[in-house]
Nanobody, 121 residues
Framework: VQLQASGGGYVHAGDSLELSCAAS?????MAWFRQVPGQEREFVAA????????YYAESVKGRFTISADNAKNTLYLQMNSLKPEDTAVYYC??????????????????WGQGTQVTVSS
């Protein structure tokens, strides 16, 4: 599986950004995680492809929207009302089948290269 993330950037608090992740192959689940230097990679959102159902971390619920385009085999993360604490490198990941512990990074073996999101106060 190859994953290519894009869309990061530098924005001000309250602004919006949309991340994209182009994927190869058939993936039953895709997700976004983020990581700040010196901290563990944390779950942001997941998408259960077959059921087209999203799942979110509490910290982003109501602000972020995960979606997918079947035709383009691409995952998106629309991020609104960004906060300085959202600053991180965002990674997309995928697995063939859905996992009930979709929020656990150990469930994913394939990762994109990451895209930096910086939110200034």
């Amino acid at each position: 599986v190859q994953l290519q993330a894009s869309g990061g950037g530098y924005v001000h608090a309250g602004d919006s950004l949309e991340l994209s992740c182009a994927a190869s192959g058939n993936n039953g689940a895709m997700a976004w995680f983020r990581q700040v230097p010196g901290q563990e990679r944390e779950f942001v959102a997941a998408f259960r492809w077959g059921m087209r159902r999203p799942y979110y971390a509490e910290s982003v619920k109501g602000r972020f929207t995960i979606s997918a385009d079947n035709a383009k085999n691409t995952l998106y993360l629309q991020m609104n009302s960004l906060k300085p604490e959202d600053t991180a490198v965002y990674y997309c990941t995928a697995r063939t089948y859905w996992s009930v512990i979709y929020y656990d990074r150990s469930q994913y073996a394939n990762w994109g290269q990451g895209t930096q999101v910086t939110v200034s106060s």
